[in-house]
């Protein structure tokens, strides 16, 4: 059983547009912002090849462009080790 505790991060620029010219429009609302998480997970190995985890990301500040929000996600998985 392994415990893990790390700190996620994003930035993204606004998203940007072109018209039916090809030129390029003025910023895409909602798009683009910060978000900084907390991102808790556990690893089991049950057996030497194979590892199970679930990790987390808890948003713990949010500047986000717009009317967007983030909210907090889980991701589970398996890992089998060929070599």
């Known amino acids: 059983l392994d415990l893990d505790l790390g700190v996620d991060a994003r930035y993204a620029e ?3 547009a072109t018209d039916a010219t090809g030129a390029v429009v003025e910023r895409v609302p909602n798009t683009g ?3 900084v998480s ?3 997970g556990v690893y089991i190995n049950p057996t ?3 590892w199970f985890f679930l990790r987390a990301q ?3 500040y949010k500047h986000l462009f717009g009317e967007q929000n983030i909210l907090p996600s889980i991701t ?5 080790l060929v070599l």
């Not at 589970?76 to 089998?80: L, N, R």
């Open 76 to 80: 589970a998985g398996v890992q089998y």
């Open 14 to 16: 606004a998203d940007t």
């Open 33 to 35: 912002g910060t978000v």
């Open 58 to 60: 808890i948003p713990v």
């Open 48 to 50: 030497d090849d194979f």
């Open 38 to 40: 907390a991102a808790p």
